[in-house]
T-cell receptor
């Protein structure tokens, strides 16, 4: 079966712009979570969605937001990009929250 | 202080060696995960544990809930095992299903 699909794989944006990243979970998985990975901070939890509802949010500013659609696909949005937002953004899907994560390959965002 | 600590940070081994990576955590958890990340970024979930021991091929993961400690063992290591291994925990808090991550162990297996 198809894995978790993240698009785009690579993205270059300018400071101040906004960006939207997409994550399509494994078919049947209803939970999608998002993570940021940087060399300095490692992997950090951004937020988790289940059945179109945000269940948890990590310690990130309000510029980071997300949503989940009825087909479980999820998007995350970062507004007013800063250089420090350059990172690998990973999403993971699971059948139910907290169980059996499958990760996507990530979107590498570079802010210049 | 990070809720999840891993050791060692870097590990170089000769092909065929037995490898152990350790993970200690400071919070109550409902599950512990071992993840593998290859260059390029993709992450593979290796194990999810809440007690005892799991084995998959040459990989073995153990957890001691009382000591808040887990180990990942690789038997007969191979160069294709070279990757970053990350320990993560799901904290045991009501409604919390986020993961806390360790900083990872970079393993290099030399032929």
């Amino acid at each position: 079966k198809a894995g978790v699909t993240q698009t785009p794989r690579y993205l270059i944006k300018t400071r101040g712009q906004q960006v939207t990243l997409s994550c399509s979970p494994i078919s049947g998985h209803r939970s999608v979570s998002w993570y940021q990975q940087t060399p300095g901070q490692g992997l950090q939890f951004l937020f988790e969605y289940f059945s179109e509802t945000q269940r948890n949010k990590g310690n990130f500013p309000g510029r980071f937001s997300g949503r989940q659609f009825s087909n479980s696909r999820s998007e995350m949005n970062v507004s007013t990009l800063e250089l420090g937002d350059s990172a690998l953004y990973l999403c993971a899907s699971s059948p139910t929250p907290g169980y059996g994560y499958t990760f996507g390959s990530g979107t590498r965002l570079t802010v210049v | 202080k990070n809720e999840v600590e891993q050791s060692p940070q870097n590990l170089t081994a000769q092909e065929g060696e037995f490898i152990t990576i350790n993970c200690s955590y400071s919070v109550g958890i409902s599950a512990l995960h071992w993840l593998q990340q290859h260059p390029g970024g993709g992450i593979v979930s290796l194990f999810m544990l809440s007690s005892g021991k799991k084995k998959h091929g040459r990989l073995i993961a153990t957890i001691n809930i009382q000591e808040k400690h887990s180990s990942l063992h690789i038997t007969a290591s191979h160069p294709r095992d070279s990757a970053v291994y990350i320990c993560a925990v799901t904290p045991n808090q009501t409604g919390a299903n986020n993961l806390f991550f360790g900083t990872g162990t970079r393993l290099t297996v030399i032929p």
